[in-house]
T-cell receptor
């Protein structure tokens, strides 16, 4: 079966650092995406990991350990606008080069002043 | 604003109506996707089109009928929907090439079934 777990909610303070964890057990794996979704808006792409290690993009970093089925998203210097849902999604590639995204339940992050 | 455009933004329909959701992208992407998202839940994949051919149907009821008229357009035809079909319907596209290529999402159509 497919199982992707994330914490349901997290709260952090403006200017701080927060780490959102994601563990997965899926039948296929061709990489892991992190998306941000503000209420009522489209998910927007944040990061992608396919090899083990850390990927850094400005205030956002994402880490992957394939052997442990584990990823995290690290947000630094939190801003109020970072209050959103963060979705972890495992990619399963199809034969025709399209792919399925299997989403975790998402983590709602609330940033407080 | 996103590069994937969905219309209408909101739709209210009765259970006997027939309507269509539309999705358009001009990024040259060759894979397009329909997702359903209920409140406070993640998107659930419904259909995948690759190079204008239906690639995946995630056991979606036949009252939802997808159509891909050309590489830029994706439609979702709706007929005899149920109240539980009320949700946000998201369209996404990706390049269709192998390797790293994220899916780009539209803002969605918020559908309410009376």
């Amino acid at each position: 079966g497919q199982n992707i777990d994330q914490p349901t909610e997290m709260t952090a303070t403006e200017g701080a650092i927060v780490q959102i964890n994601c563990t997965y057990q899926t039948s296929g794996f061709n990489g892991l995406f992190w998306y941000q979704q503000h209420a009522g808006e489209a998910p927007t792409f944040l990061s992608y990991n396919v090899l083990d290690g850390l990927e850094e993009k400005g205030r956002f970093s994402s880490f992957l350990s394939r052997s442990k089925g584990y990823s995290y998203l690290l947000l630094k210097e939190l801003q109020m606008k970072d209050s959103a849902s963060y979705l972890c999604a495992v990619r399963e590639e199809m034969m025709d080069s399209s792919y399925k995204l299997i989403f975790g339940s998402g983590t709602r992050l609330l940033v407080r002043p | 604003d996103t590069e994937v455009t969905q219309t209408p933004k909101h739709l209210v329909m009765g259970m006997t109506n027939k309507k269509s959701l539309k999705c358009e992208q001009h990024m040259g992407h060759r894979a397009m996707y329909w997702y359903k998202q209920k409140a406070k839940k993640p998107p659930e994949l419904m259909f995948v089109y690759s190079y204008e051919k239906l690639s995946i149907n995630e056991s979606v009821p036949s009252r939802f009928s997808p159509e891909c008229p050309n590489s830029s357009l994706l439609n979702l035809h709706l007929h005899a929907l149920q109240p539980e079909d009320s949700a946000l319907y998201l369209c996404a596209s990706s390049s269709g090439d192998r390797g790293y290529q994220p899916q780009h999402f539209g803002d969605g159509t918020r559908l309410s079934i009376l």
